[in-house]
């Protein structure tokens, strides 16, 4: 059974009682005897006692004047009017103390009357046994008779009523009896005694003084528990002050306690914060070192992460002899031709795409870079010979060269390799990455594929570096200058003009063969300014030339044109200011087209031409029969002249051979209305052939060289012969015939 069901029992067990003896008292009450003192009395306990209680300082009980009702009820009516006078004022007193707020449980008012019910009843019962057995004086008129059974009567009411409000105490909570009645019951002795002496002091009033003696009395008693109420309220509200003080002080530790649990709460939520915000700065300074060493494109090391490792296994090399190494560097071929024509997002997948395959064609331990835009670099660890390493580069060649498809586009692609092998002379990978770069571009030149590093390689890019420098500056230094080559006609021996061919004379080297600088311009870029200075100094130089005679007023120049500038439109403006400044008839000026040059972009080379052909200036098709033209495409040019390669001219000996193919050249060029020039005659043979086939114009040693500005004007006022009448007058031996070959750019 639990505590609460237990005190509840317990509680209508005391009722129970309590209403017995209430009951009892009732019935055997001596009615006549009572008398309007009585009456008083049981007004005085409902009216005036309950607001006369005054509540002890830090107790759960109150001093009441209800035990001085009880005591001198006692002593002038007797036992059982004092029980109906106990249950008048014990609920008199709850109910008013209810009403002030004092809380009360659920029985907790009929509890307590019927403890003071049964308590007085008890009391009643001693008095009774007192009054019995004769031992005890009932002479109530004397004081200590008085005392003593006031003491006595006191005594049993504060047992009883204690003991029964402990026993209710312990039922609820649990706690130990006599701990319990010494904590919570014993001070409401105080009541019980200073009830005692009240009910005496005004029994001796009421039987044995006058009116003066109990005003008297009546006046200090008053005054004493005014004192005493005002000492009760005073000390109530110390300790009142008290008690707020703590609680306040309370408050604020509970406060302070919640402000603290609050402030670990946030540094908690701080300190997690600040853990979240660590793992992400780790995170991000992974992230960053992976981002410092990788390529954020294909994954591959990138050139910090890739010079790292090849400076240690350089270092490794000079220390260990046998822990060789081979670079290769690779150059993904005409890759801007992929991001022109289909967009940077597919050159990027490309460019995945070759990583992914250098990966699988090689070791784990080797190393894949990625260094610039579409150049790789491979480390291959453990392998000495040039020859092993030319094995594992052909193997990635097959395997990168394979075609594919990406988003609906048929890809090949293609690869320049230079390899460069581990050599104590390197200190820095700079160096052994520069010389693979320049057996790459050897590969590149040659068309090869793949090249192996020589030092004769360096040599030759050095020197190439070199040239590409001075040549930036050639034209300032008035190094450069236009040699002219006549041409002529055939049929007559007439001068129709001259070709400006570009010489290089050095400061340092003396003169440049073309075949070493034209190509260096063209890889550079600087042929588009050169071909610049060229149009405006070959018209210029023109127009001079045109003033000397009527009959070179129609003299023509042609002008070399190269493949990068004729894919720029800028050539229209260049052409264009070339006949302003010059003022010439620009039907006098020949733009001279190699065929490997106008087939690399026919559609567009066709607009260009028809677009110059606007301005009026004459077309010629140069090195005709050495590249790859169509037909369908040929016919459509607008060239005026086609221009025989010297190499079927130079081919046709004495016999005659290859004179089929000069005639089926000639007869195409008729067929497509152009005009036709041989270049490089140098003999009799040829110019005879040539004019039997019916060449309109020709061009070479045997009619005379390129000269300088200044010889070739000396000519046009000479006015020689220029077909040859007689071989042992006019045929100059052709010597040094590779350092006159001209390249056929300029």
């Known amino acids: 059974m639990s505590a609460e069901r237990v005190s509840s029992l317990s509680k209508a067990i005391f009722i129970a009682a309590g209403s017995i003896c209430f009951v009892g008292a009732f019935a055997t009450l001596n009615f006549p005897a009572l008398d309007l003192g009585y009456l008083l009395l049981l007004c005085f306990g409902i009216l005036v006692a309950p607001r006369m209680t005054l509540t002890l300082p830090r107790s759960k009980f109150a001093i009441s004047f209800a035990d001085a009702l009880v005591l001198l009820t006692f002593l002038r009516y007797g036992g059982q009017a004092a029980i109906i006078l106990t249950v008048v004022e014990t609920s008199s007193n709850c109910l008013y103390l209810r009403s002030r707020g004092f809380p009360f449980g659920r029985l907790m008012i009929p509890s307590n009357v019927a403890i003071n019910t049964i308590a007085t009843t008890a009391t009643f019962g001693v008095w009774f046994l007192i009054s019995q057995t004769g031992y005890v004086s009932l002479d109530l008129t004397k004081t200590q008779h008085l005392i003593t059974i006031l003491g006595c009567l006191a005594m049993t009411q504060f047992l009883i009523s204690s003991l029964a409000a402990a026993v209710f105490q312990v039922l609820k909570d649990g706690q130990n009896l006599w701990e319990t009645w010494k ?17 005496g002091m005004v029994y001796k009033l009421i039987n044995y003084g006058d009116v003066v003696t109990a005003s008297i009395a009546a006046t200090a008693l008053i005054v004493a ?64 070192q992976h981002a410092a060493l990788h390529d954020s494109l294909t994954g591959l090391a990138n050139r910090k992460q890739f010079g790292d490792v090849l400076r240690r296994m350089i270092a490794e090399y000079k220390i260990d002899s046998s822990s060789e190494f081979q ?30 395959r250098f990966v699988r064609m090689l070791d784990p331990h080797d190393i894949v870079a990625r260094i610039g835009g579409d150049e790789f670099a491979i480390v291959l660890r453990g392998i000495g010979s040039s020859g092993k390493a030319l094995k594992v580069a052909r193997r990635i060649y097959q395997n990168i060269t394979q075609p594919f498809s990406l988003s609906g586009n048929h890809i090949t692609v293609d ?19 520069r010389d693979a770069d320049i057996a790459m571009h050897y590969a590149k030149e040659k068309n090869n594929g793949i090249a192996v590093f ?66 260096i311009a063209e890889d550079s870029g600087l042929i588009k300014p050169i071909t610049v200075w060229i149009l405006e100094d070959a018209c210029r130089q023109l127009a001079r030339w045109q003033k000397i005679s009527n009959e070179y007023e129609s003299l023509v120049v042609s002008v070399n044109i190269s493949g990068k500038h004729l894919s720029d439109n800028d050539l229209i403006d ?37 677009e110059l052909k606007k301005i009026g200036v004459q077309l010629s098709i140069d090195d005709f029969g050495t590249g790859y033209s169509s037909l369908s495409y040929l016919h ?51 110019l005879g052939l040539l004019q039997s086939l019916g060449c309109d114009y020709g061009q070479g040693f045997l009619i005379a060289k390129p000269k300088g500005r200044e010889e070739t004007e000396r000519l046009l006022y000479q006015r020689p012969e220029w077909l040859p009448q007689d071989q042992s007058d006019r045929f100059e031996p052709v010597h040094d015939h590779v350092a006159e070959e001209q390249i056929h750019v300029f």
């Open 454 to 519: 020589t030092k004769e390689l360096r040599s030759r890019f050095l020197e190439r570096v070199r040239f590409e420098m001075d040549l930036r500056h050639a034209i300032d230094r008035g190094e450069l200058a236009l040699h002219y080559q006549p041409i002529i006609s055939l049929s007559d021996g007439r001068l129709i003009g001259f070709e400006a061919l570009l010489r290089w004379h050095h400061s340092e080297f003396g003169m440049i063969p073309p075949n070493k600088f034209i190509p």
């Open 415 to 433: 690869v320049n390799i230079g390899i460069a092998p581990c050599d104590a002379e390197y200190d820095t990978p700079e160096e052994i990455l």
């Open 636 to 686: 459509r040019l607008p060239f005026d002249t086609l221009k025989i390669d010297r190499s079927f001219v130079y081919s046709v000996g004495e016999g005659g051979e290859n004179a089929e193919i000069l005639q089926t050249i000639i007869s195409l060029a008729k067929n497509l209305k152009m005009r036709v020039v041989a270049e490089g005659i140098e003999t009799e043979n040829q």
């Open 327 to 356: 670079v290769l560097f690779l150059d993904i071929r005409s890759f801007k031709n992929i991001n022109d024509t289909l967009g940077h997002t597919i050159g990027d997948k490309v460019l995945t795409i070759a990583a992914k």
């Open 574 to 610: 260049d052409v264009e200011n070339a006949l302003q400044v010059s003022r010439i008839d620009p039907s006098t000026l020949k733009l001279e087209v190699t065929e490997s040059a106008a087939m690399e972009n026919p559609e567009h080379t066709i607009g260009m031409l028809n």
């Open 225 to 288: 528990f005014l004192n005493y109420r005002q000492s009760i309220a005073e000390i109530n509200t110390a300790i009142g002050q008290v008690e707020e003080a703590e609680r306040q002080k309370a408050e604020m530790e509970r406060n302070r306690r919640l402000e603290a649990e609050e402030f670990a709460n946030q540094l908690s939520i701080s300190l997690a914060k600040e853990e979240q915000a660590n793992k992400a700065l780790r995170k991000s300074e992974r992230d960053f």
């Open 183 to 199: 904590k919570d019951c014993f001070s409401s002795s105080m009541s019980h005694i200073v009830g005692a002496g009240l009910a």
